[in-house]
Nanobody
Framework: QVHLVESGGGLVQAGGSLRLSCAASGSMFSINAMGWYRQAPGKQRELVAVISSGGSTNYADSVKGRFTISRDNAKNTVTVDLQISSLKPEDTAVYYC?????????????WGQGTQVTVSS
């Protein structure tokens, strides 16, 4: 089991910045990709950014150049942060941390509880 704790959401004006953090603990062996998703009201959850175990990153087109994902691997806890800048009202959403772990017969995904980001115009 992997336990995820998110922090860093809030209310910010357009053009501002926030840093979201997700601390992952528990069964941290065989963790491969970690990432952030978001879900705006009335919309489907979408991938924002992902970072592999090797450090490769991938971003949604809508956030490229504004969002940066990073990962810090400690012994028992892995932290994945999302630095978000030049925020736009359309970035308003609940942001979820996601972890993918490889198991014997496939993969398991774990989700955080979500943190609200609200951008005022």
């Amino acid at each position: 089991q992997v336990h995820l704790v998110e922090s860093g959401g809030g209310l910010v004006q357009a053009g501002g910045s926030l840093r979201l953090s997700c601390a992952a603990s528990g069964s941290m062996f065989s963790i491969n990709a970690m990432g952030w998703y978001r879900q705006a009201p009335g919309k489907q959850r979408e991938l924002v950014a992902v970072i592999s175990s090797g450090g490769s990153t991938n971003y949604a087109d809508s956030v490229k150049g504004r969002f940066t994902i990073s990962r810090d691997n400690a012994k028992n806890t892995v932290t994945v942060d999302l630095q978000i800048s030049s925020l736009k009202p359309e970035d308003t959403a609940v942001y979820y941390c996601n972890v993918v772990r490889t198991v014997a017969d496939g993969t398991i995904q774990y989700w955080g509880q979500g943190t609200q980001v609200t951008v005022s115009s």
